[in-house]
Nanobody, 120 residues
Framework: QVQLVESGGGLVQAGGSLRLSCAASGSIFSSNAMGWYRQAPGKQRELVAAVGSGGRTYYVDWVKGRFTISRDNAKNTMALQMNGLKPEDTAVYYC??????????????WGQGTQVTVSS
């Protein structure tokens, strides 16, 4: 079973940057697809970006060009570099592991979440 711990959230002004990190413990990290999700108050949790076990990436339209997802299988880590942050990016961000694909399948393991707040 993979266990996930996020870090790197915080408060930033609009236009600023944050880098989220996800550390995985346990087995088979490298064979899992990984994703970043977020949940804003009163809204459903949604996929932000995903990276497959082979490194193929996916982004939702509204973060393309602003966010970059990456993974390091040797270190069992994943990151989300967020640039050009907007107030509407304010949410709790979750790291997740998915069986095969985060785009088509629900995650099976979630981190505890990290708060990102963007002030205007």
């Amino acid at each position: 079973q993979v266990q996930l711990v996020e870090s790197g959230g915080g408060l930033v002004q609009a236009g600023g940057s944050l880098r989220l990190s996800c550390a995985a413990s346990g087995s088979i990290f490298s064979s899992n697809a990984m994703g970043w999700y977020r949940q804003a108050p009163g809204k459903q949790r949604e996929l932000v970006a995903a990276v497959g076990s082979g490194g193929r990436t996916y982004y939702v339209d509204w973060v393309k060009g602003r966010f970059t997802i990456s993974r390091d299988n040797a270190k069992n880590t994943m990151a989300l570099q967020m640039n050009g942050l907007k107030p509407e990016d304010t949410a709790v961000y979750y790291c997740a592991a998915c069986p095969g694909s985060c785009v088509h399948l629900r995650p099976t393991v979630w981190g505890q979440g990290t708060q990102v707040t963007v002030s205007s």
